[in-house]
Each structure stands twice: as C-alpha cells, then as structure tokens.
C-alpha cells in the first residue's frame, strides 16, 4: 500500500517552487548513515515504498531504518484524450517535495559496506541522484 496522508485541509493542491536547497531535513539525526538528495523533484509514494522493501531486504532485520520523507502532496492528472476545461483531474499520486540535500533514509546498528549496499539497491528504486553520506559526531 503506497504511503499517503490519512486527512488533509484541502482535496487537491498546486503545484508550488521546488527551488532552492533543504535548510532542515539535511543532516543524519536518527541514525549513523543516509541517503542524501543531489537533486530536486517529487518522489512518488509507491517509489518510497519500493524503496523501503530493498533495504529493508539487504538489512534482514538487523540494525534500525528510518524514513526521512513522506508523501504530503496530491498531485492531479486529467484522464487521457479528455477536452479542455471541465475542472482540475482528480488525484494521481501522492508525492513528497524534495530539495538538495534532504535526506531521504536512516540506517543505524550496521557496519558501513552493509548500509552501503542497502543504500545502493535503494538508489536504483529513486527517481534522483542520491549519495550515503555519515553522522558527523560533535556537531
């Protein structure tokens, strides 16, 4: 079942700026590594799911994993060879903004080549370029 809200204020949304870089969301809080946006766009609830089952695959119920995003926005689309006007279409999908630099997903309580694999096969499910990046300690 792909991820969307259970009640939102308003049926259908616009489409909004995806501009700028993630000032919040863009640093390892949870866990000891993520995956982190090198790009913008909208990642769509059935891909965040997929790419939940491949980590969570590699991972084997070692270790704990976190979701950094969640599919807040309805994105609307008009029935194929339909005319012009009548209304906006009804809900497609569910989608979630992301910026550069928004973290996407956590792993904690693994060695790093495990994470990176997991990482990896979750790469190849995102409609963008992501990279692992590490906890900072300290900071």
């Known amino acids: 079942m792909p991820l969307m809200p ?3 204020k308003y049926r259908k949304s616009q489409r909004g700026s995806r501009r700028g870089k ?4 863009n640093s ?3 866990g ?7 790009q913008r766009g909208w990642i769509d609830g059935k891909q965040i799911e997929a790419a939940r089952v ?7 119920g070692e270790g704990r994993y976190w979701i ?4 807040h926005k309805a994105v609307s689309k008009k029935p194929l060879e339909t005319r012009m006007g009548k209304g ?9 903004v992301v910026k550069p630099g928004t973290v996407l997903f956590e792993i904690g309580g693994v060695d790093e080549d495990v994470a990176k694999d997991a990482f990896r096969k979750q790469a190849a ?6 990279k692992m990046i590490k906890r900072r300690h300290g900071a």
């Open 125 to 130: 499910k995102l409609p963008l370029k992501v």
């Open 68 to 71: 950094r995003i969640f599919p």
């Open 32 to 38: 000891e590594y993520g995956l982190q946006s090198l």
């Open 22 to 25: 993630a000032t919040r969301g």
């Open 54 to 60: 491949a980590g969570g695959r590699v991972l084997r």
């Open 88 to 96: 906006k279409g009804e809900i497609d999908k569910w989608v979630a």
């Open 28 to 30: 390892v809080v949870f």
């Open 6 to 8: 259970k009640r939102v």
